[in-house]
């Protein structure tokens, strides 16, 4: 039996649950972003330059796979339960496995390397695929602008509260596995339990879209009227991503600058562990420094509608990225006061949040420059590159991160206590001052090299 029927407006279970799977997805990765560095220098004992290598292999091959998941999806036959919906099932029940044993080692050396590396590699992938399926179903489902911007504030809801109750919730479940399992498998056990938690929530939301897109079956018996049809009908014009960035020197712009804020972003998270154990001399101030700035980060998701409806999209980026910069610039130059860098910082993820909203507005304003050029719609390819940023700014923190610490001497072994002031200034140079040098030239390459807000 078909499962497609028609649907009057979004589901009662869409509008309100719809981000389940989200919320499971920023647990699962949160891990990852908090942990591994922490994991691979003081549980696993990998060398600095091991650590480069591995993260920096898994983050490129990443970001490269990341291009490639959109034309995969829409080459590839349609499965069983549709193009897009189908993927919600069929490969995240792999995460939890995958990712696991990323935070496992066995044995030691160049075995041990490769072992973490490919488990990087092939949970990503297992991830990216239903990730990208579900953010297309946006478009599937949402046959309006109105449903569609529902469906997307209810998935920020649930991706914003995700990351709160993170905040205490990722280094409990570290600490209770730890006690029943020890502490060298609490990680992979807790990324076990949070990806477990995403493969349910997107099997969540493969229940909801039952009968909004057309099955595997339906889609193949439209394709085979089409060609029977060839003759007769203009064949649609091919679409290459390179094109559609070719000709805009909007997008590239827009895209190099949001590399700017995600490596910010990734390298605050990564070094925050680091500074509250060597320089605040108190590792638990971390849940509170997350909680805080995962709580402003949903205030931040609510006001940055009215912030963007009284600016442009683009003045309110670039805008917030030299505010940012000022903040994390002053915060270095306290970094012995604890409670005053929490506060700043917590002022920066606050802000960089709020930009978040600004971005869909702005690659939507180059996917229809684009597409004008080019006479045919790019909307799909151009709105696929905005992970894009997202997986160079993870590649880009294993290689500064890792540069933070050996210039700032890092040694595993040492006693937070007795930490070195030139140690303790290296952590707070990456912590602050790195991200307010990257996001200045964010803002600058913004304000000078895109113009689309101001031709509207």
């Known amino acids: 039996m078909p499962e497609k029927k028609e649907r009057n407006g979004l589901s009662t279970s869409l509008k309100r649950f719809f981000g389940v799977g989200d919320f499971g997805f920023t647990l699962m990765s949160n891990i990852d972003t908090f942990y591994a560095t922490y994991f691979f220098t003081n549980i696993a004992k990998f060398s600095l330059g091991a650590i480069t290598v591995m993260t920096t292999i898994s ?7 990341s291009c490639l998941y959109g034309p995969f999806l829409n ?11 189908s993927w919600l099932i069929l490969t995240p029940w792999m995460v939890p496995f995958l990712y696991a044993m990323q935070f496992i080692k066995i044995g030691n050396g160049l075995a041990a390397a490769i072992f973490v590396t490919v488990a990087m590699i092939t949970s990503r992938i297992a991830w990216n695929i239903p990730f990208i399926a579900n953010i297309s179903m946006i478009n599937i489902a949402g046959k309006t ?3 569609r911007m529902t469906l997307s504030s ?18 409990a479940a570290v600490s209770v596995f730890a006690a029943w399992m020890g502490e060298k498998n609490s990680y992979a056990a807790t990324a076990f339990a949070f990806s477990a938690l995403m493969a349910a929530g997107f099997y969540a939301h493969f229940n909801m879209f039952k009968g909004y897109e057309m099955t595997g079956e339906e889609e193949l018996r439209q394709m085979d009227r089409q060609t029977k049809t060839a003759g007769t009908v203009k064949a649609a014009p091919k679409v290459r991503a390179l094109d559609a960035i070719r000709c805009n020197p909007h997008l590239l712009w827009l895209f190099l600058s949001c590399i700017t804020k995600y490596i910010v972003l990734f390298l605050v998270n990564g070094l925050a562990i680091y500074y509250f154990t060597y320089i605040s001399k108190n590792a638990a101030l971390l849940t509170t420094f997350v909680f805080a700035a995962n709580l402003l980060g949903v205030v931040a998701s609510y006001v940055s509608k009215f912030i963007v409806a009284r600016f442009t999209a683009k003045k309110t980026v670039v805008c917030s990225y030299f505010l940012m910069a000022v903040i994390a610039t002053g915060a270095f130059f306290a970094y012995s006061q604890t409670w005053v860098v929490m506060a700043a910082m917590c ?9 978040n909203a600004c971005d869909p507005e702005l690659f939507s304003n180059c996917a229809a420059y684009s597409g004008k050029k080019l006479g045919y719609d790019v909307t799909g390819t151009v709105m696929g590159l905005l992970t894009v940023p997202i997986k160079i700014g993870i590649v880009s923190r294993g290689i500064l991160i890792s540069a933070c610490l050996a210039l700032a001497q890092f040694n595993s072994d040492l006693d937070p206590s007795m930490a070195t002031p030139q140690l303790q200034r290296g952590i707070s140079m990456g912590f602050m001052i790195i991200p307010a040098v990257v996001i200045l030239i964010g ?3 913004l304000a000078l090299g895109y113009k689309l807000d101001q031709e509207r």
């Open 154 to 171: 209810t998935r920020m809801v649930w991706t914003s509260l995700a990351s709160v109750v993170y905040s205490y919730a990722g280094p």
């Open 145 to 147: 602008p109105e449903e």
């Open 347 to 355: 002022a920066v993820m606050f802000i960089l949040v709020l930009t």
């Open 75 to 85: 080459k590839i036959k349609p499965k069983k339960w549709g193009r897009y919906r």
């Open 59 to 65: 983050a490129v091959v990443d970001a490269i796979l």
């Open 443 to 445: 803002a600058v390459i």
